[in-house]
């Protein structure tokens, strides 16, 4: 079975490495395709090192523009690249820019379509990945949701074929679905639960890496805040992003240690905002992106996370740190109904009031469930691709 996976951005370096491991364990004839979206070292190459994820077959190198502009020319290059290797699927990942052209190439070809973390909405028109999320969807053939809570969205916006995946998938799963003809939707957990676990076990195997970690940024175990921030209502919005540095600056007059790793989208707004200044705030650590392994080090050493990454504020619960979204809405509303993230819009005194509210909860007392199933996502996955086939 020929697969073609196609990448662009962070968050999907760190979702393929596993699926694509699986994928080639089992037999699959894999081509990787990556974008370009992201192209800074420490945005991508780094992934590849470091998660051994293949070098692609296809580069695109399309980088950075409007949103039309740069979802166009992914489109073009998807479409040449399509052609050419006449995949049986197109595997897609997430939400960005990538994954909606990633989605409509193949489509518009009668390309089947299978997109691993289908189903998750913020019910945000605003957000750029909402609708991104809800054409790669709709456009999709197979429907790999990271949660229950996904698969009941895609229920509600009426897809009907939606089978559970056990802990093991039999035989004829495929052929349990009740409409055959339409795409199939499953809860098959989630992949980053996947790679978190894998990193985790790495990182348990050579324990002086974090305290090395943590030394280089003058850190101690649970006692920091852990901080990204890089959505485009935060950074697009000069208030928004000074409230949030505002509020970094108060938890940190408070006594808490941050650390804040800066996505080069944040940088430039911070650079074009003039607001630079305000990382000059005594306690608070400013670096670079950093890679996979670091993150989750530094994510499960942290005292709290504060973060506007989808991605984040789950890694946050899997390694039982809690986590302040400093967003109006998430698509892991799940996380907020048990009470173990805050959601806080990007106001101060209401990110400053969750921090508080946060480090007063005694974690012992918060309820822990297995939304994102069992750290085994992408066999599932690498499975029902190939019965489905
Ligand atoms: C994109 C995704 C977002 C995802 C995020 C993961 C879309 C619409 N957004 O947001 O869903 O959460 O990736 O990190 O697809 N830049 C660099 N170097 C890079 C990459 C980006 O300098 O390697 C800068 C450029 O100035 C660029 C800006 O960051 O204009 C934004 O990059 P872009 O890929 O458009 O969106 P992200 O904010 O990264
Ligand atoms: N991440 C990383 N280095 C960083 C910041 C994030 O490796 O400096 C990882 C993080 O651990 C998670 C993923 O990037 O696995 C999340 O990506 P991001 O926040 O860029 O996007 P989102 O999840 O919001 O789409």
């Known amino acids: 079975m020929k697969v073609l996976s196609i990448v662009g951005a962070r968050p999907q370096f760190i979702k393929a490495a596993v699926v694509s491991r699986q994928m080639r364990d089992s037999g699959f004839e894999e081509r990787l395709l990556h974008t370009g979206q992201h192209y800074d070292f420490n945005m991508s190459d780094v992934f590849f090192r470091e998660l051994s994820l293949p070098q692609p077959d296809h580069y695109l190198g399309i980088g950075s ?21 006449d995949p049986d699927v197109a595997v897609i990942y997430g939400d960005t820019n ?60 009426g897809f009907r074929n939606i089978v559970n995946a056990g802990r093991l998938i039999p035989e004829d799963f495929v052929q349990q679905a009740h409409h055959p003809a339409e795409p ?70 408070g006594g808490l240690k941050g650390l804040f790793p800066i996505h080069p989208r944040t940088r430039k707004a911070l650079e074009r905002f003039d607001l630079l200044g305000m990382l000059d705030v005594e306690g608070l650590v400013v670096c670079d992106p950093v890679s996979y392994m670091e993150m989750i080090a530094l994510e499960s050493e942290a005292r709290l996370v504060l973060t506007d ?66 750290g085994r996502a992408a066999v599932r996955i690498a499975t029902i691709l190939w019965q489905w086939n």
């Open 65 to 85: 523009s409007r949103h039309g502009q740069q979802t166009a020319k992914m489109l073009a290059g998807i479409e040449d690249v399509l052609l050419a290797e």
């Open 98 to 157: 990538t994954t909606l052209a990633g989605a409509l190439a193949p489509a518009k070809l009668h390309i089947p379509v299978a997109h691993v973390e289908a189903g998750l909405r913020s019910y945000d028109r605003r957000m750029p990945e909402e609708i991104n999320r809800i054409v790669a969807d709709h456009c999709s053939d197979i429907l790999f949701c990271p949660t229950e809570t996904a698969a009941r969205n895609l229920e509600t916006e």
């Open 184 to 253: 199939l939707v499953v809860n098959v957990g989630d992949v980053m639960l996947d790679v978190a676990r894998h990193a985790e076990q790495k990182l348990d195997a050579e324990p002086r890496r974090k305290t090395e970690l943590l030394e280089k940024y003058g850190l101690h175990a649970g006692e920091y805040v852990l901080a990204t921030i890089h959505r485009a209502s935060n950074t697009d919005d000069a208030d928004n992003l000074r409230n949030i540095l505002e509020a970094m600056k108060v938890i940190g007059a």
């Open 309 to 374: 990454s989808g991605g984040v504020q789950k890694e946050a619960y899997f390694f039982g740190v809690p986590c302040v979204v400093a967003r109006e809405q998430t698509e892991w509303t799940e996380l907020v109904e048990i009470g173990w993230n805050r959601l806080a819009g990007a106001q101060t005194a209401r990110i400053v009031a969750a921090v508080e509210a946060t480090l007063r909860d005694d974690l012992a007392d918060k309820a822990r469930m297995d939304f994102y199933g069992d």
